[in-house]
């Protein structure tokens, strides 16, 4: 299987490096050509709007919501949350999604740069220890379809926001698995998502 991390901004490198300790020898993406070539894709973190503009001036921003809406197993983290997100409750000006999870999502919903923070996350289907949530200017789920599984929520003043969420073959997180150097994200993505 070929897996793509799209390399137009953000940390695109840790993704492919997260890639590399599961034994997949993922590839940088950014044009058509190689877009139209990948199995499954990496929608890393970053500036959401940015990614979006950017896709769209590199002519990617159709096929790339054709292909998730195709099937494509796709991941996206952070930014990448955003991106595959069916709505945005708050969007910059022109910002657009590729869809691919009917849900609606909260942009900076945890605060700004300066109050990123840490927190360990039980995720469903993911045995073992708590994983560690790195969450920078990160969103959540405002709301979601039946068909959306929520796989790991966090409370905030009371109230369950749900940060990691899968449906059909497109997962996402609202943190950063690939800056903390456990791959199980990376390992359920391509093992329940990418095998389906």
């Known amino acids: 299987m070929k ?14 490096f997260a890639l590399g300790e599961c034994g997949v020898t993922g590839e940088l993406v950014k044009s ?6 990948i199995d499954a894709l990496i929608i890393p973190g970053g500036e959401s709007t940015t990614i979006s503009k950017l896709a769209k001036s590199f002519g990617l921003f159709d096929l790339i919501t054709k292909r998730i809406a195709d099937g ?3 991941y996206g983290s952070c930014a990448g949350m955003i991106l595959v997100a069916k709505s945005i ?3 910059a ?12 999502v909260r942009r900076n919903a945890f605060g700004r ?33 039946p068909g959306v599984e929520i796989l790991a929520s966090m409370q905030v003043a009371g109230v369950s926001h749900p940060v990691a969420v899968s449906q059909g073959r497109v997962l996402a997180t609202s943190f950063h698995p690939e800056l903390t150097g456990d791959n199980r994200v990376h390992r359920y993505f391509l093992e329940e998502l990418c095998k389906k």
């Open 3 to 16: 897996v793509g991390v799209l390399a137009l901004q953000g940390d695109f490198r840790e993704h492919l």
């Open 32 to 37: 058509a050509e190689e877009i139209s070539k």
């Open 72 to 74: 494509m197993p796709t």
């Open 89 to 91: 409750l708050d969007p």
């Open 93 to 104: 000006s022109g910002q657009e999604t590729f869809g691919g999870i009917d849900m609606q």
């Open 113 to 145: 740069q300066t109050e990123s923070f840490e927190v360990d996350l039980e995720f469903k289907g993911i045995s073992g220890a708590p994983l560690r949530g790195v969450f920078i200017r990160a969103p959540w789920v405002e709301s979601s379809a």
